[in-house]
């Protein structure tokens, strides 16, 4: 568990290091925006992995029996969640999977709520299936946290309404990206109310729930009570929390029958069947040994988060930190840079903190309108690579 160690990812097809939006064919570029890990995956799945891969034949491969009474028995000892491996469903990558839900628990055209700023493509899902985006602005308090606001969200549910949309949806990010919110346990149930009473479908995105680097533990709603409630569909995976993005694989979690036989429909609608062999393989030795490797990942990252916290403080003006509780991505203000450097918004700031700071972050305002003025920060690399680029940042201010 060498978190320090700094492995070089460029051609080899990665996203955040080869693709165009990275400046690709310009090796210079620290990037520091996209949410996977610069860390090797856990010793175990490399070595299940390589242990099926010397096995000739790759046809079509069911996933492991006991795979989801593996599933239910990390929610039940991660997140104290009161699930059985019935309540889960095996799905592609989570982003595939919110299309699987809206189109499964919504009809086109329908209104589907999103609170901003929120992880983008969840806008995305919403216009690709034919369904009507309304959107509620998050809130922040005094600490600059991000709260829910009730009032924004029924206001906003009324405007749709009386544009003769109904809102038949939530899409609904926990722990919040880019925030960071681990969501308290009363703000859940506060959300559950709020749905319920509208009869709004919950669909909860909680892909990085095992990244907790604050002090609240992560409640997930795939133990909410299925009686009486909203339908309530949680997603989550291993992806984030072992560094496995690239395999695709995830989970729902719907413990309402009605509900339940909907999404499964949705799953062989959209021609799913068997997942992808390797990443069967890998997802379950990562929830049968990886808790160890996380434990220490998680420490690690809160290191990083200080280090980051502190050069940013003494070293970046016009930029102010808020601290996630969940995740490894820091979401930053920066409007003060922003003026500073004579710029004019989020987008212009990072294209030229790329070009000639060679160092890329991600855009605040491709979160949403409230997402303006931010930047998008991922600590997730070994801390010479994480410094190097916020030297560079630094020397570029």
Known sequence: MNFDEIIDRRNTGALKWDDPYNEAGKEDVIPLWVADMDFAAPPEVLAAIQERAEHPVFGYTNPPKDYLEIVAAWYRSRYRAEVEAGDFLIA???VPSLGIAVRSLTSVGAGILALSPVYYPFYEIVHDNDRTLVSAPLRKDSAGQYRIDYRAI???VKKAEADGVKVEALLFCSPHNPGGRVWSPEELEEILEFCGKRNIALVSDEIHADIIVGDRPFTSLAGADPGGGPVVVSMGAPNKTFNLAGLHISHFAVRGGAARDRIKRGIAAAGYSQPNIFSAIAARIAYLQGGPWLDAL?????????FAADFIARRIPGVDFLRPEGGYLVWLEASGLIRKKGLTNDFELVSKLAKEGRVRLSYGSKFGAEGAGHLR???ASPRAQLAEGL?????WV
């Open 298 to 306: 998680n420490a690690y990252l809160k290191a990083n988060i200080d």
């Open 154 to 156: 029924g206001d906003a």
């Open 391 to 395: 030297e560079r940042w630094a020397r």
């Open 377 to 379: 920060l991922n600590v």
């Open 92 to 94: 592609p990558g989570v």
